[in-house]
């Protein structure tokens, strides 16, 4: 099972990026599919869920209204668009698949992909 991050980098404040987690090795149908970041001295912390099935997503608070979570079963792959980013999303980012009873907690999700870079400049 493998997934595979990508999509950081660099960008100014006020800007987007879109993040890519690109899934393999099993089917991921029945699973949430999350993002948390983890920003330097910090705890790594959720950012958003979906559920692979229905599209229920979830979002943190700090997110909600920026971000969007979406899920391609075609192309087995996770993303989130990250719009008028701040200098406080900057973090590596890292995609997650679980069946987590609460969506929110790291502890739930089995499997992790690499992290990506997210630096904003402001």
């Known amino acids: 099972v493998q997934l595979q991050a990508s999509g950081g980098g660099l960008v100014q404040a006020g800007g987007s990026l879109r993040l890519s987690c690109a899934t393999s090795g099993r089917t991921f149908s029945n699973y949430v599919m999350g993002w948390f970041r983890q920003a330097p001295g910090k705890e790594r912390e959720f950012v958003a869920a979906?559920?692979?099935?229905?599209?229920?997503?979830y979002y943190a608070g700090s997110v909600k209204g920026r971000f969007t979570i979406s899920r391609d079963s075609a192309k087995n792959t996770v993303y989130l668009q990250m719009n008028s980013l701040k200098a406080e999303d900057t973090a590596v980012y890292y995609c997650?698949?679980?069946?987590?009873?609460?969506?929110?907690?790291?502890?739930?999700?089995?499997?992790w992909g690499q992290g990506t870079q997210v630096t904003v400049s402001s």
């Open positions: 979906i559920t692979w099935s229905g599209g229920t997503t």
């Open positions: 997650a698949a679980g069946t987590p009873r609460i969506v929110v907690l790291m502890t739930s999700y089995t499997y």
